[in-house]
């Protein structure tokens, strides 16, 4: 209350000393003194009735000080009275656009209101004043988020990378939006895989899958056909199914669930799996899951897997460790991708290479029991593309020097071929 009093007489008193005093400096002084005023009590007290009388008057005491109509408008914004505050803003930026506080203060009022189009002419102004601002970028895509105008949002951030094409967080808001587009895809596998040793293999790998993407994630289902031959006859072969699914999560992360299953000795009889993938600033993605296998004689493993990945540019780099036991050892496996990408996701050439085998190596996955304590060096490159909007093909070579047996080795080489049809 003593303070409140003090403030009150200290604003009647520099009323009375403008009255008194008709020298210029003296007003400058004056309407100040009087800004100060406002500024603490907003500050403070927070008597935003007031401080509108203080403005009122002191933009009447001098009504080319700009400030007055900022306060005028924080005030009125602070009380919830929308169309003043609005005047007040508008008026300010009108005649100093060059405070980039004004326009935060008058966007987010227009976005509280769901006035989005008001909101966009005044982000399209700052960022033509401010074009280094990225928060106004920001502000853009938020309006195009709160209007759900997934097209719209991805225009702009494909503007935004021709713009700025090292901008590594843009990179990846491109490649999250584009897996949250509508979308529909068929599509069938081929991998061929020989081998070194006489009398030993090629294997095939037929695999024939639906893709299915909404707004929320999307849904795989796969059936798979494997062929093992051995001197040119088949010695083993069956059919698997399987099922996965992506689904968002939150703003920054989204899961991975997935579940296979098999009675034939080519493939695992269970293969269950889960992911939690996190999106940090400026590109950077982790994951942290874990893989369930179980062979056809009931052995089982559990597998930790943590990744860690970086969107550069138009690169994408991903380190992922998978920490496996067998009995009382533990067997590591790592696998590092990179992908160069050209225009959408589908577009990319990609390097990989890796130590030790996974739950993520689908052609061999049936040999995981005898593979998991051999040591396995590979390495692999692979091309995709996307035509005409509907077609994706995809062709992928990978070396790999496998142990069959302590101390002995075989050369294997695979073949993989993807084609697809987007709807």
Known sequence: MILNKILNTASFLIFLLFLSTPDLSAQKIDSDSLLTVIIKDMQTNKNYEKNIERALLGKKIAPAYLDYYLLLGRNYDLLQKRDSARYYYNYYIEKNPDNEDTFNYLINLELEDKNYNNALVTIDQAIAKHPENKNFEQKKLTVYQLQKDRKKEYEYLKTLQAKNPNDDAVTQLIYQLESKLKSDRAGINYSFTTFDRKGYGPWHLLGFQYIRERQWGSLIGRINYADRLSSGQSIANGIQYEAESYFFTG???????????????????????????????????????????KTQDGTEFNTVVIGLGKYIASYWINLRTFIQKDQQEYYPAVTLTMRYYFDTRFDYVTLTSGYGSSPEERTTLGQFKERISLDSYRIGAGYYNMFNNHYIIGIQLTYNQQEYVRNLTQNELELSLMFQYKF
């Open 251 to 293: 703003k920054n992360n989204y899961s991975y669930v997935s579940a296979a299953f098999s009675n034939d000795l080519v493939f695992p009889k269970i293969r269950l799996g889960y992911s939690f993938y996190q999106n940090f600033k400026k590109g950077w993605e982790g994951d942290l899951g874990l893989r369930y296998l």
